[in-house]
């Protein structure tokens, strides 16, 4: 047996353990399709569910099976977009960032297993609880929306209660995992797979202003930040207790420490960030990406990605 | 070959590629020969430099070759610290927090090897460049002080720079490993070997409140939290990048987000503070423990942890 093959592997029908992360806007059909072509499943970054965007990317996917990840606190108002994500048959329904309770029932009614990310050991047993079958536990150096719990730590105390209390559940980790390396070590932490955000971030297929992308290429992990600027920026109503990693740039050296003079100027500021963001102009607009960002040299084709990430696993791991 | 014989092993004549980490005030004479004896690398926590306790310490070690380490920015003013530790011929100088340059040249004229742990990829270069023989790559999992990098990332972007500019130089990961998982998935990520703090606080050996050890044992990883409010309660002069991980409390629960409120009632604070770790009363002073937390739930003689990592990490990969 190929030491790639888990629970996750079989559960779903993979060649590798691997999820690529419903990064919102960042995540189209295209990327999806692309990770679930070669052998991982990918997910449609359904976001704070714009229904036509969603309709797109799914139409862009084509017949092959993805999943797609909603951003739970911003469905609270708009639960017709769940319905509309399930009635394309994904292959998962991903949850992240709020309470999954009534989204679970309501994919576990059409048959649609549930993937919940989730940040601390607390909502990692709620979500259990709840009935998800895949728990994806997410560390701090995630790139965009997330908290202060580190992979290293998260995913072996979720693996214990897991042992103990839910044998039959699964678990990713998130945050961090960028090469064969990180998968192995995932591995090797109880995990029985990886959910990737910004290595496939920086894939060919993923929608993505290149001026960001080559902000990316040239940085240290060193030079990411969790901060809540860009959410403001954006009047986005996010929960105090998320915060997003970013590249650190001018925007962030300005109001990070400064939310209440940013709440200020909030529409003179939200203007100047939204024309950045269009621009690519990488010293307003913030680039989404994780500590990952250090491992990261290249932009490839997701399928290279995915097949790069999985030899290198399986050198490690000593069976090639 | 053993699995866990690496470049770290080979170097300092090792059993396990595992380093007990010199905290402070917990990490005395007997667990770091309790640590060596049983195949790892004890270090001594020398903290702030009191030259007393250092002394008292290396003689409860015995005979036993041990390491010891300092809070580096700590050292300026009284350089003669480093001196004295050199002087018991250490197995190992260990420099964390702050320029490492002029004790790794003091060492050097020694021959004493130098360990320096860095919590960012810019100070782990610089450290490279210095001439340290190991790099111990922290991340903010980590029980007291630290920064915000994670292991996860860190340990495997500074394994990318040391293969391309330094290739002699050794490697180990900190940060949230408490067990053979977290030891197995360190090799994966880059590192030649670990260290290890708060599983080895949670020893028989280290020098610890009883009721700081209970505490630890009930709490998740969840309840840990970065901050600065007990460096304040203690009057020391920490430079303000480096927070110390400790169980949320009380105290942190009061003043976390009111440090401005904590200095002007210093006097007050640190009277009670200082009344409190005396006494072991958890609700005012803070435990000083990492994310692992979570994962510990007894209290063992280090020798038994000890052999319990490196028997569990050699199952998990694959030679066991």
């Known amino acids: 047996m190929n030491v790639l093959t888990t629970r996750l592997t079989e559960k779903f029908g993979l060649k590798y353990p691997v999820f690529s992360a419903p990064m919102a806007f960042a995540s189209g059909g295209k990327l999806a399709a692309a990770v679930t072509n070669a052998g991982g499943l990918g997910l449609i970054g359904g976001a704070y569910g714009d229904q036509q965007w969603i309709e797109n990317e799914f139409q862009a996917a084509g017949n ?51 993937i919940c990310q989730v940040q601390t050991f607390k909502d990692a047993k709620h979500a259990i609880h709840c009935g998800a079958e895949v728990i994806v536990a997410q560390g701090a150096e995630a790139g965009g929306h997330g908290e202060s719990r580190s ?108 939310l209440d003079g940013l709440l200020e100027n909030q529409d003179e500021q939200a203007d100047l960030w939204r024309a950045a963001w269009q621009e690519g102009n990488t010293d307003v607009a913030n680039t989404f990406v994780g500590e990952a960002a250090g491992l990261i040299n290249s932009i490839e084709p997701a399928a290279k990605i995915l097949t790069s990430i999985a030899d290198e696993a399986e050198r490690l791991l000593g069976r090639k």
Chains 1, 2 share one sequence.
Not at 223 to 241: F, G, K
């Open 64 to 114: 092959i099976g993805v999943g797609c990840g909603v951003i739970t606190w911003a469905m609270k108002d708009k639960p017709e977009v769940v319905d509309q994500i399930l009635d394309h048959k994904p292959k998962a329904l991903f949850l992240s960032f709020g309470d999954p309770k009534d989204f679970i029932e309501k994919a576990h009614k059409k048959d649609v297993p549930v």
């Open 151 to 258: 992979t290293f730590t998260l995913v072996p105390e979720v693996a214990d209660y897991i042992c103990g209390n839910a044998p039959e559940t699964l678990l990713c980790a998130a945050g961090g995992i960028a090469d064969g390396r990180g998968l192995a070590a995932a591995l090797m932490l109880g995990a029985d797979g990886v959910l990737i955000g910004s290595r496939f971030w920086a894939s060919e297929e993923a929608i993505v202003h290149s001026k960001m992308l080559d902000a990316a290429l040239v940085a240290s992990g060193d030079e990411t930040i969790r901060s809540s600027v860009m959410d403001i920026a954006r009047r986005l109503n996010w929960p105090e207790r998320y915060t997003a990693r970013v590249l650190k740039n001018g925007f962030t050296h300005q109001w990070h420490h400064d």
